[in-house]
């Protein structure tokens, strides 16, 4: 089975598989053992939380609908754990709304039922690069600055008048990809390809999802600086009124 090659080498990678479906369980953890992972499996949430802990795997693929426990709370219960083992969903919800809560319970990525096995492959692919990426050495980087928002990507902090915001890894790249192209307006694939380190002829409405997510977030406090900008994409910038505030 073809397989993108770059990023993380598969051999060195952990997946572990939680599907009550067994069709879906064995396509995937053969798909996974054929691309070179080491691949675990789950039915329950109750198993996966065991299989999170003693096999500490690089990332978990999870169904969100489980026989005990919704995929979304069994994130956030291995968040709440101190377990921040990267999270691609798998489900058959397609609204926004349904995609906005499991993202906001700490997934990093979202795929809906029917899914190509090469799709799958190639976001697990995508996800380990950006897992990997803090690894490497580099040297510091000044903290981006717009209006009163300040993020600081060695530090993984971000502020906002001077309060602190509590941002996932996702939430946190693409503030970070708006900031260092601030007044800019970035196509969604261009976001999508900077973001999540893939670019297709795929949906880009995790994009759509994530801006929703971060909206809530960072123009919590007045005013909003994150646009739509219909046909394109979005811009981080102030309104026009208060445009004489930004800082370089």
Request: glycine fraction near 6%; include cysteine; hydrophobic fraction near 40%.
């Given at each position: 089975?073809?397989?993108?090659?770059?990023?993380?080498?598969?051999?060195?990678?952990?997946?572990?598989?939680?599907?009550?479906?067994?069709?879906?369980?064995?396509?995937?953890?053969?798909?996974?053992?054929?691309?070179?992972?080491?691949?675990?499996?789950?039915?329950?949430?109750?198993?996966?939380?065991?299989?999170?802990?003693?096999?500490?795997?690089?990332?978990?693929?999870?169904?969100?609908?489980?026989?005990?426990?919704?995929?979304?709370a069994l994130t956030r219960e291995l968040r709440?754990?101190?377990?921040?083992?990267?999270?691609?969903?798998?489900?058959?919800?397609?609204?926004?709304?349904?995609?906005?809560?499991?993202?906001?319970?700490?997934?990093?990525?979202?795929?809906?039922?029917?899914?190509?096995?090469?799709?799958?492959?190639?976001?697990?692919?995508?996800?380990?690069?950006?897992?990997?990426?803090?690894?490497?050495?580099?040297?510091?980087?000044?903290?981006?600055?717009?209006?009163?928002?300040?993020?600081?990507?060695?530090?993984?902090?971000?502020?906002?008048?001077?309060?602190?915001?509590?941002?996932?890894?996702?939430?946190?790249?693409?503030?970070?990809?708006?900031?260092?192209?601030?007044?800019?307006?970035?196509?969604?694939?261009?976001?999508?390809?900077?973001?999540?380190?893939?670019?297709?002829?795929?949906?880009?409405?995790?994009?759509?999802?994530?801006?929703?997510?971060?909206?809530?977030?960072?123009?919590?406090?007045?005013?909003?600086?994150?646009?739509?900008?219909?046909?394109?994409?979005?811009?981080?910038?102030?309104?026009?009124?208060?445009?004489?505030?930004?800082?370089?």
């Amino acid at each position: 089975m073809p397989h993108p090659t770059s990023g993380p080498s598969p051999a060195r990678s952990t997946i572990l598989v939680v599907e009550d479906d067994p069709s879906i369980r064995t396509l995937l953890t053969s798909a996974l053992s054929a691309a070179g992972y080491a691949v675990a499996a789950a039915v329950t949430g109750q198993e996966a939380m065991f299989e999170a802990g003693s096999r500490r795997p690089d990332l978990i693929v999870l169904d969100v609908m489980l026989p005990d426990i919704d995929g979304f709370a069994l994130t956030r219960e291995l968040r709440a754990q101190g377990v921040y083992t990267p999270v691609l969903f798998l489900t058959a919800r397609t609204e926004v709304e349904d995609r906005i809560i499991g993202l906001s319970s700490g997934g990093d990525d979202y795929v809906t039922k029917p899914f190509h096995v090469q799709e799958v492959l190639l976001r697990i692919r995508a996800i380990l690069r950006r897992a990997a990426a803090p690894a490497s050495v580099a040297p510091a980087r000044p903290p981006l600055r717009y209006a009163d928002l300040t993020l600081d990507e060695d530090a993984h902090t971000v502020q906002r008048a001077g309060s602190p915001l509590k941002l996932s890894p996702t939430e946190f790249r693409l503030l970070a990809c708006l900031m260092a192209r601030a007044e800019r307006v970035l196509e969604k694939r261009e976001i999508l390809q900077e973001v999540w380190q893939y670019d297709f002829a795929g949906d880009t409405r995790i994009v759509d999802t994530y801006i929703k997510n971060l909206r809530r977030k960072i123009d919590h406090t007045p005013p909003a600086m994150i646009h739509t900008v219909r046909g394109v994409g979005y811009c981080l910038r102030l309104p026009d009124d208060d445009a004489g505030t930004a800082v370089p």
